[in-house]
């Protein structure tokens, strides 16, 4: 089903939605994930990212996105000198990623309390975006929806526990998918939902054993 | 219900006898489990944003090429006078002008349905509602149609230049304007389909060729298209002239031409006007500034442009 504000709008600051404000999506997108600013990215893009990035304000785009602007933010063409005002200091790369959308970017980041974050993510049209990757465990959400990226040990019973207590919290699941790099190995739950998630049932799931970290994003109005 | 075709909408329409934008409304209500109100809300943001895009253009500014600026304010400075398709026609170009550069120079636009053709509904909205004096409430019933007409073409077609060609951007852009001027003027349901087919079949073929794979070239002018197309395809409609294709097959057409236009004409720079001599010294000029700027401009980056190798 299609959003008729995907058609009128989004409001944002052009030239284009998919290099442009889609781009400013993921910076921000890496931010949330992060769970605090930013003060180091490297960030390697790729395909017509790279090729167009430059005049499409792809890059400062990326930039304002780390710093915390939304896509229709004014300050989007100076993110360059708001990041040096701000402490956050970045590199350019091209990058050729397998099999990735043409419209796609790797983000190193590292946070000032130490946090790091790997994610790719590419811009998939009208604004709209893609996590394909986070810390090189293949994912798949697209910040329409409120999220649980949970990273657990690859053991039994942990997807029924957290579904559990979603449910207690009356918490609907819209979209789930699991993901893991080996058998008994570290995994990744990403469970989009429909309703907000309350700070309360986080702190219970965070404390689930088997749970080693989770980091949850809010859909944006 | 689900925005499908506009058969549907129509039926759903004349099943429940309300208006076209009441029955798309309510579909937005449904679907984001929003009220009326707070549906309302947004469109009316949406609005103000076209309004505030167009009171805050400024004629100065260039775009990333230089290709881009001013040419707004010298048709809005040629419209004042005696222009060949008259004053309220030269105002549209200039509206549309005037959005389409302002995209470019990176301020703030409604996409609508994309960025690139983000002039061509604030081109046929706006010096109508100046004209007319026509209340909010009207004119945002004018883009629920419009927005409704644009999600039954996302879903059955497409509306991206990558997937399509500019058919699918400045063609869905010129087939939703149609249909709120023609819920403007107080037409049918059915003339608002007419003007819709009429917009869309006028531009089908349209590729996609941005010099510099820039928004810029020719997309800019090409909202001119967008919205002086949709004047005169609800302008039939109204007249009482039916598309003698019916609207949800001209919509299948637009996706299946799109679908077989060569990737060349599908936003990769790679046709059309994009390798012109002219177009591919553009090209050169922007590449070879890219690593120029970036050491100028950042004093924190290092940039390295050199190709890493596969990753992962």
């Known amino acids: ?221 | 219900m689900n925005l499908d075709s506009m058969k549907d909408i129509l039926a759903a329409a004349r099943r429940e006898d309300k208006p076209l934008w009441e029955i798309i409304l309510e579909t937005d209500m449904e679907n984001r489990g929003v009220t009326r109100e707070e549906s309302m809300e947004k469109m009316a943001q949406a609005w103000h944003a076209m309004l505030d895009a167009s009171a805050s253009y400024d004629g100065r500014r260039h775009s990333a090429s230089g290709l881009v600026g001013g040419q707004g304010e010298q048709m809005r400075a040629y419209a004042a006078g005696d222009p060949i398709c008259g004053n309220f026609a030269a105002e549209v170009i200039t509206e549309a002008l005037c959005m389409g550069e302002s995209n470019a120079c990176m301020r703030r636009i409604v996409a609508a349905p994309t960025a690139g053709a983000c002039g061509v509904m604030p081109a046929v909205l706006i010096p109508l509602y100046r004209r007319d004096n026509i209340s909010e409430e009207r004119m945002l019933q004018a883009m629920y149609v419009a927005s409704g007409i644009g999600a039954v073409i996302a879903y059955k077609a497409c509306i991206a230049g990558a997937a399509g060609g500019c058919q699918a951007e400045i063609g869905s852009a010129s087939a939703m304007a149609a249909g709120a001027l023609v819920t403007l003027r107080g037409g049918t349901a059915e003339q608002v389909c007419h003007a819709v087919a009429m917009a869309l079949k006028n531009l089908l073929g349209l590729v996609c060729d941005p010099v510099a794979g820039l928004v810029e070239v020719p997309c800019v002018k090409r909202n001119v298209i967008g919205a002086m197309n949709a004047m005169a395809a609800a302008d039939m409609a109204l007249a009482g002239i039916e598309s003698r294709i019916p609207v949800d097959e001209v919509i299948d057409a637009m996706g299946d031409v799109g679908r077989r236009l060569p990737v060349e004409f599908r936003e990769t720079a790679l046709g059309g006007l994009a390798v012109t001599p002219t177009g591919k010294a553009v090209k050169e000029r922007m590449m070879g500034s890219r690593n120029k700027n970036r050491t100028l401009t950042i004093k924190d980056a290092r940039w390295k442009l050199q190709r890493t190798g596969p990753a992962n």
């Open chain 1, 1 to 221: 089903m299609i959003d008729i504000f995907d058609i009128m709008g989004p409001i944002m600051v052009g030239p284009s939605s998919s290099h442009t404000a889609g781009a400013v999506r993921i910076g921000r997108m890496a931010r949330a994930l992060l769970g605090e600013a930013p003060v180091r990215a490297k960030l390697h893009l790729h395909g017509s990212f790279a090729e167009t990035g430059v005049g499409h304000g792809t890059d400062k785009a990326l930039v304002a996105g780390l710093l915390g602007m939304a896509p229709d933010d004014l300050s989007i063409p100076q993110s360059f000198s708001i990041a040096e005002d701000q402490g956050l200091t970045f590199t350019f790369n091209e990058i050729d990623l397998r099999d990735a959308h043409p419209n796609s970017v790797q983000l190193e980041v590292v946070g000032e309390e130490g946090n790091c974050l790997t994610m790719q993510a590419c811009s998939v049209g009208g604004g709209r975006i893609r996590v394909d990757k986070i810390d090189g465990v293949e994912v798949n959400f697209t910040g329409d929806y409120n999220t649980l990226i949970i990273h657990n040990r690859d053991d039994r019973g942990h997807v029924a526990d957290v579904t559990y207590a979603l449910y207690q919290a009356k918490v609907n699941v819209a979209n789930m998918s699991l993901h893991r790099d080996a058998k008994g190995g570290s995994a990744i739950m990403i469970i989009e939902t429909d309703e907000r998630v309350p700070a309360l049932i986080l702190d219970l799931l965070r404390r689930l054993p088997g749970i080693l970290h989770i980091t949850y994003y809010e859909k944006e109005d």
